[in-house]
């Protein structure tokens, strides 16, 4: 099971600052008090055009079912979960963060493996439109994200596509995300278009860092 998590800064906080202290400080914290992510990636937004979306940080937590997450809600209503509120607040602008479920599809290349170090990728983000079902939606960012392989196959090493699940939310910043791993770090894509009957693409420019799985304690 894997949910994402759009995480947005402090209006007084640069977004060089804010990545600074989730990595060096918010992370190490959070671990120290959650132990069930199967798998946790924090991908810092670099750069968004044509415009910005609402989040600085799009986070992915994996879970190895229900249980785990019904656990981590339990903890973070309890009194204990105080302490990584109140370093939230420090940096993070909460009243404007969103969260989903999501399910991911490999497109292309090798599976995902644990990764070290900075990462860098492209996320086209893709709102659906609200007169667009759901069902149809979800088969046009498939054809989509094959197409786009389709263009790019030898200018990029992988790409997954991910589609928010569970009932419709209309705060969330995206529906569907292909994400790219390029052969070089500033590689350009060749982009199909996404009508307006679909809905808004955003490229973004993404630095992804990965929790090693020792310090998950799994």
Avoid at 8 to 31: G, I, W
Avoid at 88 to 105: L, T
Avoid at 125 to 154: K, T
Wanted: net charge negative; aromatic share 8%.
């Amino acid at each position: 099971m894997k949910t994402f998590g759009f995480v947005p800064r402090r209006a007084d906080v640069s977004r060089a600052a804010f990545r600074e202290h989730y990595e060096t400080q918010h992370v190490p914290l959070a671990l120290q008090h959650i132990r069930v992510f199967a798998k946790y990636v924090r991908n810092h937004v670099v750069r968004a055009e044509p415009h910005e979306l609402r989040f600085d940080c799009l986070s992915e937590f994996w879970f190895a079912g229900p249980e785990a997450i019904a656990g981590i809600h339990a903890w973070l209503d309890s009194p204990a979960s105080q302490v990584l509120h109140d370093d939230e607040a420090s940096f993070m602008d909460c009243p404007g963060m969103a969260s989903c479920a999501v399910s991911e599809r490999l497109l292309f290349g090798p599976a995902r493996t644990v990764e070290s170090g900075v990462t860098r990728k492209i996320g086209l983000a893709i709102q659906r439109a609200p007169s667009m079902p759901r069902a149809q939606f979800e088969a046009r960012l498939v054809a989509f994200g094959e197409e786009l392989v389709r263009r790019n196959e030898r200018a990029i090493v992988r790409a997954t596509l991910d589609i928010a699940q569970g009932p419709p939310t209309e705060n969330l910043p995206l529906h569907g995300l292909v994400s790219v791993w390029p052969v070089a770090s500033e590689t350009t894509l060749d982009i199909p278009a996404i009508d307006a009957a679909t809905g808004t693409l955003t490229v973004l420019t993404l630095d992804a860092f990965e929790t090693p799985p020792s310090a998950l304690g799994r």
